[in-house]
């Protein structure tokens, strides 16, 4: 499960949009909504974020165990 708060501090931290993000996956911002409020993304999904946001530990952020929302 995806951790949706670290995800957008990511996001805000290399002043990117969700909108942004949506175009660079190759999906549109109404399904990048949907996967983030769902908390699920593909892999190759994933594999484009960790490296466009260059995250060099994705693991609390797209493979945590528990999410507190």
């Not at 995806?2 to 990511?10: I, Q, R, Y």
């Amino acid at each position: 499960m995806v951790n949706t708060n670290k995800l957008k501090g990511k996001l805000k931290e290399k002043a990117m949009t969700q909108k942004h993000m949506a175009r660079i996956i190759g999906i549109s911002e109404r399904s990048f909504n949907s996967k983030i409020n769902k908390g699920s993304f593909k892999d190759n999904e994933i594999a484009i974020m960790i490296e466009t946001l260059e995250i060099e530990n994705p693991v609390p952020i797209f493979f945590a165990k528990n999410v507190t929302q």
